[in-house]
């Protein structure tokens, strides 16, 4: 059964840089890409990219380009997200999502990890 | 405000059927498939629905899911306790993907 395994909670300044690290096991980790998914407490889900630890290639949305990094290290089967210029509203719940093949078809985000509680405060 | 539009509350009492509508547009769910996601508090969202209509192994038959135009709808029959928590639809919008802000759904 495939896990996600995310790090744990960080509390970091404003201005500063988190990185989330999403930690894969039993299955190819080079053969689905890795989703990114953020939640502010009490309020819903925000996609923030993708990207593909075969090719290397992410695509983030507008809203966090020039912040967000997506990254991966296939040897450890590990996945990133680096996510800079910290601001307060970057206080959340990070998650990282997995695919799955189903019947010949790539279903998007059928696994998620814990998530990461990043807190952004002064 | 999110792209998807959900209503942001739901209920009903053990065995009644409820509806979840997710509303959308023609570049995201009338082009597209729709996903949708179950989150008990305190816990990652989990896959309850992909390609509209299409359940993942391990998710009961109670839940069903439907599309039409630019909406699609999660219906659970059989309403039971644990279903409460919050629900949320997806969509690819372009390479974006989007979500639906949620509805919580009670138990009564």
């Known amino acids: 059964q495939v896990q996600l395994v995310q790090s744990g909670a960080e509390v970091k300044k404003p201005g500063a840089s988190v990185r989330v690290s999403c930690k894969a096991s039993?299955?190819?980790?080079?053969?689905?890409?890795v989703n990114w998914v953020r939640q502010v407490t009490g309020q819903g889900l925000e996609w923030m990219g993708w990207?593909?630890?075969?090719?290397?290639?992410?695509a983030s949305t507008q809203k966090f380009q020039g912040r967000v990094t997506m990254t991966s290290n296939a040897s450890i089967n590990t996945a990133y997200m680096d996510l800079s210029s910290l601001r307060s509203d970057d206080t959340a719940v990070y998650y990282c999502?997995?695919?799955?093949?189903?019947?010949?078809?790539?279903?998007?985000?059928?696994?998620w990890g814990q998530g990461t509680l990043v807190t952004v405060s002064s | 405000q999110s792209v998807l539009t959900q209503p942001p509350s739901a209920s009903g009492t053990p065995g009644q059927r409820v509806t979840i509508s997710c509303s959308g547009s023609s570049s995201n769910i009338g082009s597209n498939y729709v996903y949708w996601y179950q989150q008990v508090p305190g816990t990652a969202p989990k896959l309850l629905m992909y390609?509209?209509?299409q359940r993942p192994s391990g998710v009961p038959d109670r839940f069903s899911g439907s599309k039409s135009g630019t909406s699609a709808s999660l219906a659970i029959s059989g309403l039971r306790s644990e279903d409460e928590g919050d629900y949320y639809c997806?969509?690819?919008?372009?390479?974006?993907?989007?979500f639906g802000g949620g509805t919580k759904l009670t138990v009564l």
């Open positions: 999502t997995r695919g799955l093949i189903i019947r010949g078809i790539i279903v998007n985000s059928y696994f």
């Open positions: 997806a969509a690819w919008d372009g390479s974006v993907r989007v």
């Open positions: 990207m593909n630890p075969n090719s290397g290639k992410s």
């Open positions: 039993g299955d190819s980790f080079t053969s689905y890409e």
């Open positions: 390609r509209n209509d």
